[in-house]
Nanobody
Framework: QVQLVESGGGLVQAGGSLRLSCAAS????????MGWYRQGPGKQRELVAD???????NYADSVKGRFTISRDNAKNTGYLQMNSLKPEDTAVYYC??????????WGQGTQVTVSS
């Protein structure tokens, strides 16, 4: 079982920035694919970005050039730096990890609200 705890959400004006953090339990974090997803009001959950153990990164087209995903394996922590935020980025943001053994874990989510 991997426990994930997100932090860093909040209310920000359009054009502003936020940094989300995701702290993972256990000692195998470096082996996991870590991802950030979001679910806006009335919308399905969607992938924002993920980063593999190799360092390969994937971004949704809607956030390319504005968001940066990173990880610090020594701290068992992942990050999502969000710049140039737009009202349409308003959502609950979830951290997730996929383990090499086929398990998928989710954090509890953190609210990001961008005002116009």
């Amino acid at each position: 079982q991997v426990q994930l705890v997100e932090s860093g959400g909040g209310l920000v004006q359009a054009g502003g920035s936020l940094r989300l953090s995701c702290a993972a339990s256990g000692s195998m974090f470096s082996d996991y694919v870590m991802g950030w997803y979001r679910q806006g009001p009335g919308k399905q959950r969607e992938l924002v970005a993920d980063i593999r153990s190799s360092g390969t990164i994937n971004y949704a087209d809607s956030v390319k050039g504005r968001f940066t995903i990173s990880r610090d394996n020594a701290k068992n922590t992942g990050y999502l730096q969000m710049n140039s935020l737009k009202p349409e980025d308003t959502a609950v943001y979830y951290c997730s990890v996929h383990t090499p053994w086929g398990f998928h874990y989710w954090g509890q989510g953190t609210q990001v609200t961008v005002s116009s």
